[in-house]
């Protein structure tokens, strides 16, 4: 079974950056489409970004997808070396607090939560203004 564990969460001002880091483990995931998603305090989990593990073009096109709240400040990347996926998120904001969740999708994209396969334990990021 995948395992994902998260970490890089934090307390940061309005403006400034966090890395999130996601470590899987495990068989056949090589494969898998990656991503990440958040959950706000009363509100639903919802999709963030997501990146095909091996590199292969998905999503129009793209080997990346980012929700459009997201865009131009949040950027997802992989260290295959490391089995690792990172979520750069400059220019934070306070509606960027939530709680961020590792994901893998054995078969869709991992842009939809109703089909992920495999999810981390989450960690908080709290924006203060």
């Known amino acids: 079974q995948v395992q994902l564990v998260e970490s890089g969460g934090g307390l940061v001002q309005a403006g400034d950056s966090l890395r999130l880091s996601c470590a899987a483990s495990?068989?056949?995931?090589?494969?898998?489409?990656m991503g990440w998603f958040r959950q706000a305090p009363g509100k639903e989990r919802e999709f963030v970004a997501a990146?095909?593990?091996?590199?292969?073009?998905?999503?129009?096109?793209?080997?990346?997808f980012y929700a459009d709240s997201v865009k131009g400040r949040f950027t997802i990347s992989r260290d295959n070396a490391k089995n690792t996926v990172y979520l750069q998120m400059n220019s934070l904001k306070p509606e960027d607090t939530a709680i961020y969740y590792c994901?893998?999708?054995?078969?869709?994209?991992?842009?939809?939560?109703?089909?992920?396969?495999?999810w981390g334990k989450g960690t908080l990021v709290t924006v203060s203004s």
């Open positions: 990146i095909k593990w091996n590199g292969r073009d998905t999503l129009y096109g793209r080997d990346t």
């Open positions: 495990g068989r056949s995931f090589s494969n898998y489409a």
């Open positions: 994901a893998a999708d054995t078969s869709g994209w991992a842009t939809d939560s109703s089909g992920i396969n495999y």
